[in-house]
């Protein structure tokens, strides 16, 4: 099968059994592979309301069919489970070279089910998989249990490994594969329920393609395109210094959430932080398999109190979190937490948010020193957060409660701190201010609608169509593609791009490729997808198609929500997300508030347009059958009817 | 005679995003395979922060452990060792080669080892930040140095 591997490999952890299993080709040909087959795997295999972090759930790698192969960014692996933070769809993609090892070690997906006793590792080697006694690995921070199993089994071998976080099941701990993290939902959490330490891979084989000269000729033109800018084959991507360099712009313009979303932005600290970022802290670039961009920053505090070593990033986002949102100015601080929380494996977005909550709190006097073990959780106060991440990772005292994730710990604080709380379903919001940003209202849809609850790339951006350069490269035509609205403020069109962006993401989500690529160029576009995967599987898949494939896998996803129970009242945005901001330069704007029936007006329009029941958001019997889903409608109408 | 060409890396610039060795089997096997690459691109430190890509300079051990003669052969023109089809896949080339860098392509039973695409390398052409060079022997002196030494 080309651009496939061709097969599965099933562990069950409680009966130490490994099984392989041919994909099946009818699936891939309708949800291609990655987020999207994944989907499909666990939609059939795992009961409504299991415990995410019981024996019943599952965790699943998945790879897509361009994973592995000379497609700029492909570079992709997907982990997909029952996310232990919202209690629903949980998914989170990453580099770092697993996935097209993984490939070329013959596999597509790896399902983990049932939970060892003791702790494991997995080892894959080409056609010989084992699982390993990990007892000497369990409590090591990540760069150590890399280090050790590349000692133990092959230096050349691809890891994805959890820390103390993911042991203690901290429920936004991360998986961790070369520096890079599949951060977001709590996968970390669900391998530690499962005590898998770590899943090494190491392959000799190679992904073929159908059709090697068109699929090289396509790779080629991208390349070309990608050539001319300045971001790829510079070592300066993805906009300069990494995903960094959108610290000042993203300030100018408010889309930071400052001082806990109180305000949008902090004057003049987004250029600070990235001009000394730059100037003191980075030493270099680096790479994920195949990727011509370079987006991967290394950076390091040589000395003083916040010593840290050659560590990742930090990434726009931990420097947003750590910094914006606390209120901390301390950069040399900001690298240190990342490094901790890389070390510990955890989402330094879902970490420092949940901290900066507990702030928000200790400010407002909805707790005080008795409740944080002593620990004086002033704003920026980073002495605080450092003993509070390692507090959260290990489960220790008040950290055990954080490690919760912000839902939960709003609930046990009570009062009006739910009504702050910045999340949706249970996600952490990233550092997307909804107020400043180019696609403005369109990211209330974004948030409120997404499978994984609030997140700004998953499925994908609403901005990514927003982007004069990306619509303009595109030559977006009225009628052929959702129209582009200058003003952010309306509700005009907003909806329209959301779920044309949201079932592009979700597409890209199941052919195992970097959304990143996107951002950079128009080169990639469901255009240029189409091709690629038509010429390394040799399916005939037309834009449109690959589109349709978006919108199944999108609807599968809601379709699991819907069995966990989630309904139109989840779909919801933080509350300060909808008033003007505070403080700052956009306090006086009025436009930046959207009302409660603005929103409504959204989502009635939204779940119209996705042919959902309007009272509840469930996915009517008439659009899944429209999509191939006949058989997810059956199962849906019989699980509404029992509850 | 034109002078002899060789590939050499431009110290400091890898990125380590392995396009060259994926290129490489691309163009050779039509695959996309680490293992049928005819140079490596290795990387240590911190997942990768540093990466340097390993190529065959030629130095001729694995001609000098072939057993089989005309095995593997010098390409008058381009000056690099080539691997014909007399090419049994006995496999002793491997170990010889100081690099690890040569390696039996289990389809074919042949040893796989670069040959600079017949004078016009796709691991060149095809690297996005320009880290490989294909130059005069003279000139290659001054990287091939360099990452050497690294």
């Not at chain 1, 329920?193 to 159908?210: D, E, F, N, Q, T």
């Not at chain 1, 313009?253 to 600070?272: D, F, H, L, Q």
Request: charged share 25%; net charge neutral; proline share 5%.
């Amino acid at each position: 099968m080309n651009g496939y591997a061709g097969n599965i490999l099933r562990i069950d952890l409680t009966n130490r059994k490994i099984m392989r299993e041919p994909l099946d080709a009818e699936i891939a040909q309708m949800f291609l592979g990655g987020s999207g087959y994944g989907a499909k795997l666990l939609w059939d295999e795992l009961e409504p309301e299991v415990d995410p972090l019981g024996r019943k759930n599952k965790f699943i790698i998945a790879t897509g069919p361009l994973t592995g192969t000379l497609c700029p960014g492909s570079d992709s692996w997907v982990a997909c489970f029952k996310s232990p933070l919202t209690n629903c769809w949980g998914e989170s993609r990453s580099g770092g070279g697993l996935g097209p090892e993984l490939k070329r070690a013959g596999y597509d997906f790896v399902v983990l089910e049932g939970a060892s006793e003791k702790p494991v590792y997995i080892w894959i080697r080409d056609g010989e998989v084992e699982i390993r006694e990990a007892k000497h690995l369990w409590g090591k921070l990540i760069p150590d249990t890399e280090k050790a199993l590349k000692r133990e089994g092959d230096s050349e071998a691809r890891i994805a490994s959890i820390g103390p976080a993911g042991e203690n099941l901290v429920r936004f701990a991360s998986v961790m594969s070369g520096g890079r993290a599949a951060g977001r939902c709590g996968g970390g959490a669900v391998l530690g329920s499962k005590k898998v330490k770590a899943i090494v891979v190491r392959g000799h084989g190679g992904v073929s393609v159908a059709n090697p000269e068109a699929f090289i000729s396509v790779v080629k033109e991208v390349e070309k395109i990608q050539s001319k800018l300045r971001v790829c084959g510079t070592g300066q991507g993805a906009f300069g210094a990494g995903t960094m360099s959108f610290l000042s712009f993203f300030d100018e313009r408010g889309v930071i959430p400052t001082k806990y979303g109180a305000s949008n932005c902090w004057e003049g600290k987004g250029a600070e932080f990235y001009k000394q970022l730059k100037d003191k802290y980075l030493v270099g670039s680096g790479s994920c398999e195949g990727c011509t961009m370079s987006c991967t920053k290394y950076s390091r505090v040589k000395e003083g109190k916040w010593r840290t070593p050659l560590t990742h990033g930090p990434e726009y986002e931990t420097v947003a979190c750590f910094g914006h949102l606390m209120l901390n100015e301390n950069v040399e601080a900001i690298i240190h937490a990342s490094y901790l929380c890389d070390a510990y494996g955890m989402d330094t977005i879902s970490c420092a948010s949940t901290i900066a909550f507990a702030m928000e709190c200790y400010d407002k006097g909805w707790i005080n020193k008795k409740d944080t073990d002593g620990l004086e959780l002033t704003w920026g106060n980073m002495d605080s957060v450092k003993m509070l991440i390692e507090n959260i990772a290990k489960g220790q005292g008040f950290g055990n409660l954080l490690g919760q994730g912000t839902k939960r710990v709003a609930e046990k604080i009570g009062g009006e701190a739910p009504d702050i709380a910045l999340h949706v379903k249970g996600l952490e919001i990233p550092a997307h201010d909804p107020r400043g940003h180019y696609a403005g209202k369109a990211w209330h849809v974004q948030y409120a609608t997404a499978n994984r609850g609030g997140c700004h790339i998953h499925p994908q951006e609403p901005t990514l169509l927003m982007s004069p350069s990306y619509s303009e490269g595109l030559g977006l035509k009225e009628g052929d593609w959702p129209g582009v609205t200058k003003d952010p403020s309306t509700l005009e069109g907003k909806v329209k791009v959301t779920i044309w962006t949201q079932n592009y993401g979700d597409a890209q989500e199941s052919i195992g490729t970097c959304k990143f690529h996107n951002y950079a160029t128009a080169a990639f576009n469901p255009k240029t997808y189409a091709k690629l995967i038509s010429y390394t599987t040799g399916m005939s898949i037309t834009p449109r198609e690959l589109m349709k494939i978006g919108e199944r896998v999108f609807n599968l996803q809601r379709c699991f929500n819907i069995r966990e129970g989630i309904r139109r009242k989840d779909d919801s945005i933080p509350k300060r997300f909808c008033m003007a901001p505070a403080f700052g330069p956009f306090s006086q704007d009025s436009k930046r508030a959207t009302s409660k029936e603005e929103l409504d007006a959204m989502l009635d329009e939204y779940y119209q347009a996705r042919g959902w029941k309007k009272e509840t958001g469930i996915p009517s019997e008439r659009k899944l059958r429209e999509l191939g889903l006949g058989s997810v409608a059956e199962e849906l109408a019989k699980y509404l009817e029992e509850i | 005679m034109a002078k002899a060409k060789v590939l050499a890396v431009v110290p400091g610039i890898c990125k380590g995003c392995h396009r060259c060795e994926l290129y490489c089997s691309f163009y050779h096997f039509e695959i996309h395979s680490m293992f049928l690459a005819g140079l490596r691109v290795r990387s240590a430190n911190v997942n990768g922060a540093i990466s340097v890509p390993s190529i065959c300079i030629d130095c001729g051990r694995c001609m000098e452990a072939c057993p089989i003669a005309g095995a593997m052969k010098r390409d008058p023109k381009l000056g690099i060792i080539k691997v014909t089809d007399k090419c049994t896949g006995c496999g002793q080339c491997v170990p010889a080669c100081p690099f690890d860098l040569i390696r039996i392509n289990p389809d074919t039973r042949k040893a796989v080892k670069c040959d600079c695409c017949d004078g016009d390398p796709e691991c060149v052409k095809h690297c996005p930040y320009h880290a490989l060079v294909y130059v005069d022997v003279d000139k290659a002196i001054e990287f091939t140095i360099a990452t050497r030494l690294i």
